[in-house]
């Protein structure tokens, strides 16, 4: 496997990388920022469906050491809601969100990684959980010059998505209006 990259359907400026898993034959863990050419990407998004590995912590790490932004997302939080419903006698769903939570955190912190920020997501229920918060992160945290390409790309999951997609497009309007008017530039016919 090599990264793939994965542009996105409505705008040009931006693709997305699914990049190999680390710690595998042909990525080890020692090797592997050479070779995905971490250097090229703007931040990270570490997704992981289960307990978050060694090699995951390890790799935050290094993205950290290189200055750049990664958010760390456990998936499939309703399975592991779901297991805990059944196996747990007096269940309950924010006790259990918590705990996976800081099983995370006390990971990444074991590595090194001080102030991780974790982000717990549903495979099938984006209004769930901390989707809404991962996106309000990476906008408040994504160089400004970039924000609103990706405040354009978000789902329309939510009334706040819709206004914040409506108030990026309105300055990015001005913006190109502004750029089309140099020194001597006239507008209208």
Not at 9 to 34: M, S
Not at 45 to 54: F, T, Y
Not at 111 to 137: I, K, R
């Amino acid at each position: 496997m090599k990264p793939e990259p994965y542009p996105h359907p409505r705008h040009p400026n931006v693709t997305l990388w699914d990049l190999p898993g680390v710690g595998t034959t042909k990525f080890p863990a020692d090797r592997y920022l050479e070779y995905v050419e971490f250097e090229k990407f703007d931040f990270f998004i570490i997704v992981s469906a289960d307990r978050l590995s060694e090699n995951d912590a390890k790799l935050a790490k290094e993205i950290k050491n290189m200055g750049k932004k990664f958010y760390f997302v456990r998936s499939k939080i309703d399975n592991n809601l779901s297991d805990a419903k059944r196996s747990q006698r007096e269940y309950d769903e924010e006790k259990t969100l918590q705990e996976i939570r800081d099983n995370c955190i006390q990971g990444l912190e074991k590595q090194g990684v001080e102030s991780p920020q974790v982000f717990l997501v549903s495979s099938f229920h984006l209004h769930l959980y901390d989707f809404s918060a991962l996106q309000d992160t990476m906008e408040r945290e994504i160089p400004s010059h970039k924000r609103n390409v990706l405040i354009l790309t978000l789902p329309n999951i939510c009334k706040s998505n819709i206004l914040k997609k409506t108030e990026a497009c309105v300055i990015h309007s001005r913006d190109n209006k502004a750029s089309t008017k140099g020194p001597g530039a006239t507008t209208g016919a």
